[in-house]
């Protein structure tokens, strides 16, 4: 079935549910002015003629009462309730499995060099060339015909004001051809790119809520900034940090991490996520395998950890297991070297096939997003092409290129690989579905 058809089959589903909930609403309405003539015409009768002054603001507020009892479900608006819910049960199961067919059309519809834009995660500076942007204005929505890219994310230097980042993000989408992901670092604490830049109220740092041993804190957390983050139009967080702090020492996690137990960080990690997706906002978990126990710090320069796995099944994979569990929408894979899990191979987790798809895929059975940590991070940069690292990435199991350090080498990277059967097509296509499966479901 193609989207045409697609379309004009849910907008009929939608009118005629409307039809009957109008109906519905009709009749309810039918019924109270009825009722209301009938109570008057008997108090008339009874009285000799015109009711008096306090009859009528009696009869006032019984039709009141009728239309709050309709919206609160009596016996007319519990039968709108159930027939709607039945129907709404019955479109989802369609368009759940219409769904697949219209992602499997849609992209059998699309150029190569359309799906491999929808892997990039990027910068709107990246996009467009700018020096900061600001504002989403013709240039915009140049980029995103020739880039369709698949998302794209904000920082301090993208915020001036409310209005403005309003309008800029709400300008972006409307350009795209594709679903967009409009994503930021909203973590809480130190990194609360719109908090900060807005002066709305920071949630702290996630040490402090794990500290606290409330998992209901971490759910408000996240219920919070997933509703200021909607507001002003974004729809991805990349949050919560899954970290276990195994090494207190650790400074490039430190206090961002629910704490240094397994079990609390599980819990915090679980209802973080839920906060988020509950409130419209999908969550990615970071940074697989787990950054808390390592020396060095992947922005400058290598970052390696030397647990074994036994070690990081144990406590670093459990908050990642349990955010999964929760639902998570997105993982973030690290560029952290771990020998421990492949055998001696130094290769960063982000381009390293043994940890994308033999532990996270294979072992704790994720099958949503898999993003890269940003790939302008020196532990990539330092040692590999944008083009290389990129092509790496995607053939070892990841979904989505976050930030290459350069973006048009790093696509057209790509697309030399697929046409001279580096990637095969198919791995783009596995990819691009379930990017799109996030997308239309939220």
């Known amino acids: 079935?193609?989207?045409?058809?697609?379309?004009?089959?849910?907008?009929?589903?939608?009118?005629i549910l409307s039809y009957i909930t109008a109906a519905l609403l009709l009749a309810g309405l039918l019924s109270g002015v009825i009722f209301a003539v009938r109570s008057i015409s008997g108090r008339a009768s009874e009285s000799g003629g015109i009711p008096t002054e306090a009859e009528s603001q009696e009869e006032t507020d019984l039709e009141k009462g009728q239309e709050t009892r309709s919206e609160r479900g009596d016996a007319d608006g519990q039968t709108e309730t159930a027939l709607e819910e039945?129907?709404?049960?019955?479109?989802?199961?369609?368009?759940?499995?219409?769904?697949?067919?219209?992602?499997?059309?849609?992209?059998?519809?699309?150029?190569?060099?359309?799906?491999?834009?929808?892997?990039?995660?990027?910068?709107?500076?990246?996009l467009t060339g700018v020096e900061t942007a600001v504002q989403a204005g013709e240039s915009t929505r140049e980029a995103l015909q020739r880039f369709p890219v698949g998302g794209l994310v904000y920082f301090a230097q993208n915020i001036r004001s409310a209005s403005q980042l309003k309008e800029m993000l709400e300008n972006t989408a409307s350009y795209s051809k594709y679903p967009l992901f409009l994503g930021v670092d909203e973590e809480g604490g130190r990194v609360a790119r719109v908090?900060?830049?807005?002066?709305?109220?920071?949630?702290?740092?996630?040490?402090?809520?794990g500290a606290s041993g409330d998992a209901d804190a971490a759910y408000s957390a996240a219920a919070g900034i997933a509703s200021y983050l909607q507001e002003y139009g974004f729809n991805l967080d990349f949050a919560p940090v899954a970290d276990v702090l195994t090494d207190p020492d650790n400074t490039a996690i430190a206090d961002r991490s629910f704490g240094s137990d397994p079990q609390i960080v599980s819990q915090m990690v679980a209802a973080a996520v839920q906060g988020f997706q509950k409130n419209g906002v999908s969550s990615c978990l970071k940074h697989f395998p787990g950054h808390g126990n390592t020396a060095g710090d992947s922005h400058d320069g290598r970052a390696e950890t030397d647990r074994s796995l036994e070690e990081m099944q144990a406590a670093e994979f459990l908050p990642f297991a349990a955010g999964i569990e929760a639902g998570a929408d997105m993982v973030m894979v690290g560029h952290i070297s771990a020998p421990g899990l492949t055998d001696g191979d130094q290769l960063p987790a982000s381009m390293n096939e043994k940890i994308i798809t033999g532990i996270l895929r294979d072992q704790l059975g994720y099958d949503g997003i898999v993003i890269t940590d940003a790939m302008n991070m020196?532990?990539?940069?330092?040692?590999?092409?944008?083009?290389?690292?990129?092509?790496?990435?995607?053939?070892?199991?990841a979904d989505m290129i976050l930030m290459p350090e350069d973006f048009t080498a790093a696509y057209e990277g790509v697309i030399a690989a697929v046409q001279n059967g580096t990637i095969d097509e198919k791995r783009i296509d596995d990819s691009l579905k379930r990017v799109f499966r996030v997308k239309y479901r939220r």
Request: charge should be negative; hydrophobic fraction near 40%.
């Open 1 to 15: 079935m193609d989207r045409r058809e697609f379309r004009k089959r849910r907008r009929r589903r939608a009118q």
């Open 86 to 126: 039945s129907l709404t049960e019955e479109g989802e199961a369609q368009l759940s499995v219409m769904t697949e067919e219209e992602l499997d059309a849609s992209i059998e519809a699309m150029s190569l060099e359309e799906k491999v834009a929808g892997l990039f995660f990027i910068t709107p500076e990246q």
């Open 195 to 209: 908090a900060d830049g807005l002066g709305l109220e920071n949630v702290g740092p996630m040490a402090q809520i």
């Open 378 to 397: 020196s532990a990539v940069t330092q040692y590999y092409t944008a083009e290389e690292a990129a092509v790496r990435a995607l053939n070892a199991g």
